[in-house]
Structures are given as C-alpha cells and as structure tokens.
C-alpha cells in the first residue's frame, strides 16, 4: 500500500463522512445531550449503550466494550477488512483510490470485473423476460426480495449468449477460458454454464470470484462450479458470509450447511447466521475464517451418509481449531432446506437448542458400526471408543469415560485403565495448538506488516522454539492481514517440525507472499535471537496497553449521567493500572 496517499483518502473520507449519517443508517440513534445513543448491533441488548459522538466522530458501547471511528464501525458491521471499508466508503463519496494500494494486483481486478460483468448477466435473464430458472426458483419457494438479495440469476440454454455479451464488453477470451466462464473447442467458444440457476460466490470484500450453477430438471452434473483460478480459492471462502456476517458476529454463532438452497432457504426463514462451504469437505481455511466471527459453529449437514461422513470430518477440524462445534440432527427431510420450508424458523432453532456436541456425535456415530449387545463387538467398541477418548481434552474425556462405562456396562476403571496405558493415535497433547490469530472483534487489522511481526516471523524460521508465544501476548502477535496469514501457513507447513518455505509460499496471497519474500531476505545478527524475541515480545506488550489505554479513555469521555457511577470507577480503576504498567 502506498502509506501517503492512503492516508490522504482515509483523512478525505473523513473530513466528508459523518459517523451518525453512517451508523444511523443501520441503528435507529436518538440524541442524548451531545451524543446520539441506541441498540448495539454487535450484541443483544434490550436498554441502550450504544453511544455515538457527533463532535468526536466514534462510537462505544458500555455494554460490549466495541469501540472506534466510522472505518471500525463499517469494518465490524458489514465484515470487512480495512481494505475493504476503504474501497466501501470511497466508492459512495465518489473518491478515487488510485494509488492507495501500491503493488495491487492488476490481472486479478480484471478478473473480478470479468466476474462482475457475468454476474450482471446472469441477473438479467433471471428477471427480463419469463425462463424456466424463475420458474423453478418461485417453485422452490423462494421470493423475489432473497432472490435480489443474493444476485441470483440464470443462464439460459443456449451455447454461447454469456461468450457473447462478453466479448462486446471488450473482454478477451482468454479471460473467461481463466474463470471457467467459456471453454474453447474446435468449433469455437462455448459458454460453460447452460440451462442453470445460477449462484454468484462472493468473497467477504463483496468481490465476485466465482459461481455455481444448479441445473433445471434432470441432468448431469447437478451442480457446477466455477474452476479454482487466480481469484477463487474453495478452501478459502464460504458460500453468503458476505451477507451472512454479521449475523453471525451479532449470534456469536453461524450453522454452516452444504448448499446453496439450504443457505437460501434459511436465510429467507429468518435463520440469518448462514454459510455454506462451496460442496467441499471444510477446511481448516475455512474455519480460520468463521473464527474471524465466532468460534460457536452448528453444521447441518444432510441427513443421508454421505452428509454424516462429511459432519464427522468437519466436527474433526472443528474441534482440532478449538472450535465448539455441534451437529444437528434434522429430523424431517433429508436437508435443511426441506425440513425448514415444511416446519419453519422455530422448528429449526429447537434443532439447534438439542444439537450434538462433539464428543456425543463422534461416539454415536462410531457405535453405529457396533452391535454393543455382542460381547465381542462390546469390547471393539470399547477399545475403539477410548482412542477417540485420547482426542479429547482430559476434562471432556473425563465426562465421557462415565458415559461410556454406563452405556456397554464395563467398569469405569477398567475404561480409564486403559485410556491411562495410552497409544499410538492421536492425543490431545500431541495435537498442533490451534491458531488463535484470528481476527478479533473490536480491533481494526493493520494495513501493513509491522516490523515487529517481521521479526517474529524470522526467528520462527530460524528457530521452532520461538513458535510458542507467551500466553498473554498470543491473540495480539500478528494483528496485519499478512501476519496472520503468513504465521498461520508457517504453523501448518510446520507441523513436524521444520518450516518449508516453498509450502509457505504455496499458501499465501500475493500480498502475503511479498512480505514473505521480505522476510527470507532479513538477517538476524549471530547470537542476538533470544534478546530480539524479548524485544519482539516487549514491544507487543506495550502496544496492547496503549489500545487498551484508549478504549478506556475513549469509553469514559463518552459517558454521561446513564452510566452508572460504579461503572465509570471501574473504568477508572483499569486506566489506572494500564498507565501504571505503561510507566514501568
């Protein structure tokens, strides 16, 4: 990014954005003296503490402790990143951004308008003129209002309307051959999506990177999706979390499902904390994503084995990410889109209120393979059971030896015995620690990488002992994008122990990526890596006083008389001792 111009935008933006004009848009405010107050749309709340200030340009809420200027209130409300509020708010206020990031991407903007040309089509013919993609969608149950709300489109049967259109918009074949749109042939082009409903897949920037195609009537395949290319990556992204965001970061909870429809149809329910993972197995990329939100995840899978096959394997990262994850059990229907048009929103939330923890649902789905009545089968089932036992968390392994004994009648000892003897599968000890760098809610990520976070990456490389972070410091070591992505991908690439840098790379974005490339060129003095990793680690600490330092401020120059006097005490009472720490 480039640091001058960018800051020239940000302070523009500003000088002609008015925060309450922003945040009254989605936040009925009322004035409260000098200030405008209402609901916080980050948590429930039933009595207001919502606080916005005309005359300071921020917000806080007393209740939640979220706190910032109009870029954090965009970033959190509509789940941006930085980047993105920027592009948001610039896009409305007609500012340019040109040479606000530096070094960007030219090809891989060109392909999102190449998206976004494709996507206007398809929109188009789903509503100009009668077509059977309507048709079906309105049989579906679905209105107009989500239909508009989520772009979805059509395109028709014919070989080559979408090539077409394309091309008179000035757009080279080589370019739709890329994403999939267009494949060539002997006998020329031919459009890849034909007699479909389609589904624009939206990255959390609002960027079109993909689509997915539901066919009309019978046919082969069901669904097709837009190939992997520069701009779509399955593993990365969720299908609706564009929409759906906010929701779930409002829930603190999102039920992640299978499909396109089931995403719809919720949605249209009411059931708004709604993702889908692009019909693959999830990914760890994917759950590092959903721990941006929340690390509170419901999936509602399909009813039939291939559905439960894919809960156990999702449940399984899950948990390995720290995650609490439930599966729910649809009773009626074979998916989620079926049970909740036949019995509705509160018929599906009471699904989730009895929904199965981790360690209930991989147990009884391992017991279906038993038949716990046979001695034999009893004790397979046992002995298979306890391995999963060795997965878990002592304190939940320790709640489901007591379930396990009552339920095949073997001692509670006998269990533990052997659960002590250990094994040779996975245990909980020698499970990777999950990445705790997600981004939190209330903080604005960095634009760039910091110094600090280049350093820590390099002593990482260099030493593994360095991987492990001072407990304190562990959710506020890598706050920029790229450190995050860059820390996380050396973690993985790492697992057994030295850190491949062409499988970082492999990972990364373009912009991670170059920060990578710096990285590898830093040199660390001989001798020095320990002080430097008690520099690292000091300078990190320091920087997490001082934000906390200004929240609190911020907080206590925004209270008024409604805020109780006991609370602006405490308030005072934790400035105190973050100046004290500051001081020492």
């Known amino acids: 990014m480039s640091g001058n111009n960018q800051t020239n935008i940000v302070d523009e933006i500003k000088s002609r954005c008015n925060i309450v004009d922003i945040i009254g ?63 948001m708010l610039a896009k409305e206020y007609g500012i340019s951004l040109e040479g606000a990031f530096s070094g960007g991407n030219k090809h891989n903007e060109e392909l999102y308008e190449v998206n976004r040309q494709a996507a206007r089509f398809f929109y188009r013919a789903m509503r100009e003129r009668a077509n059977p993609g309507y048709t079906y969608m309105k049989n579906r149950g679905i209105s107009e209002e989500t239909l508009n709300r989520f772009g979805i489109g059509y395109a028709d049967d014919s070989w080559d309307s979408l090539y077409h259109y394309l091309r008179n918009q000035g757009i080279e074949d080589e370019k739709m051959i890329e994403l999939g749109l267009v494949s060539k042939s002997g006998k020329g082009h031919f459009d890849k999506f034909r007699g479909r409903v389609i589904f624009p897949i939206q990255n959390t920037r609002g960027k079109v990177i993909g ?21 779509f990556k399955k593993k990365n992204n969720l299908y609706g979390l564009n929409l759906t965001g906010s929701d779930v970061r409002r829930e603190d909870a999102i039920v992640l499902v299978e499909g396109y429809m089931d995403v719809v149809s919720l949605y249209q329910a009411g059931v708004r904390n709604v993702s889908a993972s692009l019909g693959t197995a999830l990914t760890e990329n994917q759950v590092k994503l959903i721990k941006r939100y929340t690390k ?51 018929a599906f939330v009471g699904l989730m209120d009895e929904a199965l923890p981790y360690g209930d649902f991989r147990l009884g789905y391992l017991r279906n393979g038993y038949d716990i009545d046979d001695s034999q089968q009893r004790i397979e089932y046992t002995e298979a059971a306890i391995d999963v036992l060795r997965g878990m968390k002592p304190v939940e392994a320790d709640i489901y030896i007591k379930k396990l004994a009552a339920e095949t009648g073997i001692s509670e000892g006998a269990i533990r015995s052997q659960y002590s003897a250990g094994g040779s599968g996975d245990t909980y000890a020698s499970r990777p620690p999950a990445t705790i760098y997600e981004e939190r809610s209330g903080e604005k990520a960095e634009a760039d990488m910091p110094l600090v976070e280049k350093d820590l990456i390099k002593l990482m490389m260099l030493d593994a002992s360095f991987r492990e972070l001072p407990e304190d410091i562990r959710e506020e070591a890598f706050r920029s994008e790229q450190g995050r992505s860059i820390y996380e991908s050396l973690m993985a690439a790492s697992a057994d122990g ?24 830093m040199v660390i003095p001989a001798g020095r890596e320990q002080e430097m990793f008690e520099d690292c680690t000091a300078k990190i600490r320091r920087e997490m006083l001082k934000r906390r330092e200004h929240e609190l401020m911020i907080r206590l120059s925004m209270a008024d008389d409604d805020i109780g006097q006991e609370e602006i005490e405490a308030l005072m009472k934790q400035l105190i001792q973050i100046q004290k720490e500051l001081k020492n």
């Open 296 to 346: 509170n995840v419901f999936l509602s899978y399909d009813a039939d084995q291939a559905g439960q096959k894919a809960a156990l394997r999702g449940m399984e990262i899950l948990y390995g990410e720290n995650c609490n994850a439930r599966v729910l059990k649809v009773t009626e229907g074979k998916d989620p889109d079926e049970f909740v048009k036949k019995n509705g929103k509160s």
């Open 211 to 231: 689509f997915g195609g539901r066919i009309i009537g019978d046919g082969e395949p069901k669904y097709l999706n837009s190939p992997e290319s520069p701009v």
């Open 498 to 521: 030295a850190a491949d840098p062409a499988k970082i790379r492999e990972m990364l974005g373009e912009e991670a990526a170059e920060c990578f490339a710096d990285i590898e060129e």
């Open 25 to 87: 848009r989605v936040v009925p405010l009322k004035r409260a003296g000098s200030n405008y107050k209402g609901i916080c749309p980050f948590h429930n709340e039933k009595t207001p503490s919502f606080v916005v200030s005309e005359t300071k340009q921020i917000f806080t809420c007393f209740g939640c402790g979220a706190t910032g200027d109009l870029f954090e209130f965009v970033m959190r409300y509509y789940n941006l990143d930085f980047r993105g509020a920027l592009e």
